[in-house]
């Protein structure tokens, strides 16, 4: 039998921080042991190819609220994943908070502001059409489908401060606010994550100035892939989560 996942504990390990040495551990051993539950089957979820680049792993969605595990590895992501239809350049609707499992994961702020006259890009509302689509969140059995759409706001966008973590480094960004995550090339990392929706906020990216409304599905690993993908990241926070 699977074991439950603790929202609370993991919201108020991540709250501590670094602020206390046991927080970290305890996210640690949380992630370790989802990831045993996958990798040997016991935990029914299949790994989602996600349109910015990496692997998630679907933990659990309740409420407004859902945990997941990010896998930016293209030795695990087979096929090598795609590039962004729009930008990488994005902003959740939902506030959240992640612990760096390993690798190095680098959080690039952007500064978004309203520039009709000489824009860079255009803001697109992504709309999630299929049950279980919550960036943090699970899924059934159906693809999730964002429906990308144009809106009339025209932007022109520049880097902000840049945060970086490493092994049981913790950061958080509020919703709404426009980012990009940053993985050296060549490298690998994994990241566990707790996302809590607001009610009236909108999945927002950046794109071309021109660019059309399209559709995109976020295709679904299969089993084996999934049970592999766990079986990785187990491995390489082994010893850390002691």
């Given at each position: 039998m699977r074991s439950p996942v603790d929202y609370r504990r993991i919201e108020q390990a991540m709250a501590r921080g670094t602020r206390d040495g046991s927080a970290a551990g305890e996210l640690f051993a949380a992630a370790a042991t989802v990831l045993e539950e996958i990798a040997s089957g016991r935990r029914a979820l299949?790994?989602?190819?996600?349109?910015?680049?990496?692997?998630c792993l679907p933990v659990r969605r309740?409420?407004?609220?859902?945990?997941?595990?990010?896998?930016?590895?293209d030795a695990v992501a087979e096929p090598p994943p795609t590039r962004p239809t729009t930008s990488p350049v994005h902003?959740?609707?939902w506030d959240l908070a992640s612990c760096v499992l390993y690798g190095q994961v680098g959080n690039l702020r952007v500064r978004v502001r309203d520039d009709p006259e000489r824009p860079t890009h255009r803001l697109f509302e992504v709309?999630?059409?299929a049950p279980g689509t919550h960036p943090a969140g699970?899924?059934?059995?159906?693809?999730?489908?964002?429906?990308?759409?144009?809106?009339?706001?025209?932007?022109?966008?520049?880097?902000?401060?840049?945060?970086?973590?490493?092994?049981?480094?913790?950061?958080r960004l509020p919703a709404?606010?426009?980012?990009?995550?940053?993985?050296?090339?060549?490298?690998?990392?994994?990241?566990?994550l707790l996302g809590r929706s607001l009610p009236g906020r909108r999945d927002l990216v950046l794109g071309p100035v021109h660019?059309?409304?399209?559709?995109?599905?976020?295709?679904?690993?299969d089993a084996a892939q999934t049970a592999r993908t766990a079986?990785?990241?187990?491995r390489r926070i082994d010893g850390h989560h002691c």
């Open positions: 299949r790994a989602v190819r996600h349109p910015l680049g990496f692997l309740e409420g407004d609220r859902g945990v997941c595990v990010h896998v930016f590895d902003a959740h609707s709309h999630s059409t699970g899924m059934d059995d159906a693809p999730a489908v964002d429906e990308i759409r144009p809106t009339p706001r025209l932007v022109s966008a520049a880097p902000g401060p840049e945060e970086t973590g490493v092994a049981g480094g913790i950061y709404g606010e426009f980012h990009t995550t940053v993985v050296p090339p060549g490298t690998a990392a994994a990241t566990l660019g059309p409304a399209h559709r995109v599905v976020r295709q679904t690993c079986r990785t990241v187990l």
